[in-house]
């Protein structure tokens, strides 16, 4: 059993930046995946961004591109997600999430993640 635990989130003004965290109680990353996803209210839980915590590939939603970085600490064992140039569409409640690396790996859908976190709220203001 992992246990994804986020920290990081707030109120920002667009244009802002914001530095969420996740880590994993009592145990490492090694040989897994890393993602951070996102729900708005209304609208369906979307893919952030991933990376394979040994492999290091990243993949990045469309619309975070150039403004968000997944990133890996090793010495810390969490995975961060740094993001720059907020915008109000970024407001949600974002989520870390975790499942092994290997050959089903599908990091843009939901369903293929075994573990969550409880989620941490991000808004960004006009």
């Known amino acids: 059993q992992v246990q994804l635990v986020e920290s990081g989130g707030g109120l920002v003004q667009a244009g802002g930046s914001l530095r969420l965290s996740c880590a994993a109680s009592?145990?490492?990353?090694?040989?897994?995946?890393v993602a951070w996803f996102r729900q708005a209210p209304g609208k369906e839980r979307e893919f952030v961004a991933a990376?394979?915590?040994?492999?290091?590939?990243?993949n990045y939603a469309d619309s975070v591109k150039g403004r968000f970085t997944i990133s890996r600490d090793t010495a810390r064992s969490t995975v961060s997600l740094q993001m720059n140039s907020l915008k109000p569409e970024d407001t949600a409640v974002y989520y870390c999430?975790?499942?092994?690396?290997?050959?089903?790996?599908?990091?843009?859908?939901?369903?293929?993640?075994?573990?969550w976190g409880q989620g941490t709220q991000v808004a960004v203001s006009s």
């Open positions: 990376v394979v915590w040994t492999r290091g590939i990243t």
């Open positions: 999430a975790a499942q092994r690396d290997g050959p089903g790996y599908e990091p843009l859908v939901a369903a293929t993640y075994d573990y």
């Open positions: 009592g145990r490492t990353f090694t040989n897994y995946a």
